[in-house]
């Protein structure tokens, strides 16, 4: 499991520096192999793709309440059976560790369940 599941995104408005492309390129290859980084470093960015319009739009709604629970949010390009995923910090016009922590809870949002959740009456 990814170290970034086990932390949550913080306010970074104002005090915190934009990783640089090392730090970004680093951290992307211990924990988030499938992302890929723009050219400016300012964004990290993956396409997952799907079946159908039914499985994409379950994906992205995923996502939606990964950004609600995080208030993180990424920009997203939606097709029928594609979805781009596209984070940056808007405070800081550019990486900071929210956005590696959203990516790893998106690529979890597709690994295999872990178990049967029992529900008590
Ligand atoms: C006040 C609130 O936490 C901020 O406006 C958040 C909301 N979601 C955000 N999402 C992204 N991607 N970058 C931000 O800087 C950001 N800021």
Redesign the pocket.
């Known amino acids: 499991m990814s170290r970034l599941l086990t932390k949550h995104c913080q306010?970074?408005?104002g005090s915190v520096q934009p990783f640089t492309r090392e730090e970004a390129q680093t951290l992307l290859n211990q924990e988030i192999q499938e992302w890929c980084l723009n050219e400016t470093a300012t964004e990290i960015n993956r396409a997952y793709k799907f079946k159908n319009y039914y499985e994409t739009m379950a994906f992205v709604n995923g996502i939606a309440w990964i950004a609600h629970q995080e208030?993180?949010?990424?920009n997203l390009e939606i097709s029928y059976c594609r979805c781009l995923v596209r984070?940056?910090?808007?405070?800081?016009n550019g990486l900071s560790e929210?956005?590696f922590i959203c990516a790893a809870r998106v690529d979890a949002l597709l690994l295999p369940p872990q178990g049967i959740a029992v529900c008590k009456p």
């Open positions: 306010p970074c408005e208030d993180h949010h990424p984070y940056c910090t808007h405070a800081i929210n956005d």
